[in-house]
């Protein structure tokens, strides 16, 4: 099961930091992956890490402001998201990828997914 948090309201330039936490099962197994939904749009792929958290992959969109991270021992990954726009405003889920070297963004490939956090970034 996984369990997303760490959301809120924050203003734009200003930064949030998502952690997702595995439970029932050892992290170290699966790469993740995070991914959003703006209210409206499709649910569209921001970042993958692999298990070892070596490899890493970003959407353009994100790239140098968000970063991604793990730790296996504390079964958590987070995503670190600085210089936050308006258009960052989502619901951001965390997922386990159904390869432990997948980082890429189609979601066909992630198995389970948690609730969802709210970011809301305000002009």
């Known amino acids: 099961q996984l369990q997303a948090s760490g959301g809120g309201l924050v203003q734009a330039g200003g930064s949030l930091r998502l952690s997702c936490v595995l439970s029932?099962?050892?992290?170290?197994?699966?790469?993740m992956g995070w991914f959003r939904q703006a209210p409206g749009k499709e649910r569209e792929f921001v970042a993958g890490?692999?298990?070892?958290?070596?490899?890493?992959n970003y959407a353009d969109s994100v790239k140098g402001r968000f970063a991604i991270s793990r730790d296996n021992a504390k079964n958590t990954v987070w995503l670190q998201m600085n210089s936050l726009k308006t258009e960052d405003t989502a619901v951001y889920y965390c997922a386990t990828a159904g390869h432990p070297y997948y980082t890429a963004g189609s979601e066909s490939n992630y198995d389970s997914w948690g609730q969802g956090t709210q970011v809301t970034v305000s002009s």
């Open positions: 890490i692999g298990w070892s958290g070596t490899m890493k």
């Open positions: 029932g099962g050892a992290l170290s197994s699966y790469a």
